[in-house]
């Protein structure tokens, strides 16, 4: 009785330690959980979200910008010599009215006169510091531009213009023209975006100057370095075109990502506090441990269930092929998972390579099975001497392997292909002083984004039995597609 209490003690203490560290390692890997979801997924989704929102707004005026210069009326009023002023006006007017611009304007490059759809506005003038963006509208090789300036039609409100060139009917520069949008447009998504997500949102220029926020700003500064907590890596966000940092605000983590909007040639700043996600963590791991002690007593009495079932599920998981020390095909799964997801984060290319051993039955045969599994491990020696740190090879079968290679291209991975084959045809396997030659055959295709992995496995299977086919001991690639969004 008295050794049965002292294993319960034991086991009680054992239960209560493990309890306790795995519930204080769950709440820490929970919390670095959580910041990798911000890092990588909050944080950019809600950065993408708002860019792709802007360019769904800019699609219209673009559109209505781009009618107006190819507009016949106005290359002809030009052409005519700008006779009737009020005609100019009234065509601005209704483009302003029909799509529910802010502005509409057009410039002529022959008398310099600004025109609006409340009539003329002034003659631009080169020498004028706001006129400038006509000239350089004027210059630009590009038939279009988007850029924010204060309107002065419109009380030098902040306004996103889109500039268009007008060419006469033949090819010759006459103007400039387009329409304005209210910058308060984006200012509206920015608050959606605060309420909805509970993050700060503001932009910045390549100075740091803070030039658009909500109605509502968390932050009554002007410039980057003012934030709290952002002086530090102020100068790194302006640096560079996109990014993501963390940093501490009155004891708070802190994430943030920005990235350049070229249609601005502004900055875009999304931030987020962990604190209340870290709470709710922070409150399941006290709730863990309040119930330690009643989950401890039924352990107990599983003890021996809970350990046998315990083992079979770390045998299930195992993830190394024991004869070569490569993943196994189970491991693959989780590791090709995971590639999917980081190629539609990052759009890189992924390239495949399956082979197998040419005849390995008759190794078997005439050597014996312990000669096979030596020719095995030589030829996964052989292909990992070749294989970069990145690249990951896997036992798919019995005389099955396959590789995965990120950011290679399919040439390049139908060299390394025939890299590693030639190699196999040159390097025999030692086994108990004899030498015994194999070949292997493969199959090369590269990984396309809108398909799953079942369909790429069944195409790089039937490239490599089109290699068996035509005789074995060859490298058999597919032939290129171009798909749209995918690079070659």
Known sequence: MIKKNRLIFILSLVLITGFLTTSLASFFVSRASLRSQIAYHELPLTSDNIYSEIQRDLLRPIFISSTMANDTFLRDWVIGGEADPESITRYLRAIKDKYNTFTAFFVSDLSRIYYHADGILKTVKESEERDRWYFRVRSMTSENEINIDPDMANKDSMTIFINFKVRDYLDNFIGATGVGLRVGAVKNLIERYQNNYNRDIFFIDQKGNITLTGSKPSYNCKHLKEIPGISSIADKILSNREGYYTYKRNGQMIHLTSRFIPEFDWILVVEQTEELAVKKIFKTLM?????????????????????????????????????????NRQAFDLVMDEIIKDIHRKEYVLSVILFDIDFFKEINDEFGHLAGDAVIQNIVEI??????????????????????????????????AEGIRKEVGKSPTLYKGKKIPA?????????????????????????????KQNGRNRTEKEVPLKILGEKI
């Open 439 to 467: 070949a292997i055959s493969l199959g090369v295709c590269r990984y396309r984004p809108s398909e799953d992995k079942d369909a790429m496995l069944s195409r790089v299977d039937n490239l490599l039995y089109v290699a």
């Open 383 to 416: 292909a990992r001497s070749r294989l970069r740190e990145s690249d990951v090879l896997c036992r798919w079968g019995g005389e099955e392997f396959l590789i995965l290679l990120k950011e290679c291209s399919l040439e390049n991975a139908f060299s390394l």
């Open 287 to 327: 709730t863990n441990l309040g119930i330690c002690a009643v989950i401890t007593l039924v352990v107990l009495l599983l003890i021996n269930l809970t350990f046998s079932s315990y083992q079979k599920r770390l045998e299930e998981m195992a993830t190394i092929d024991k004869l070569t020390g490569i993943l």
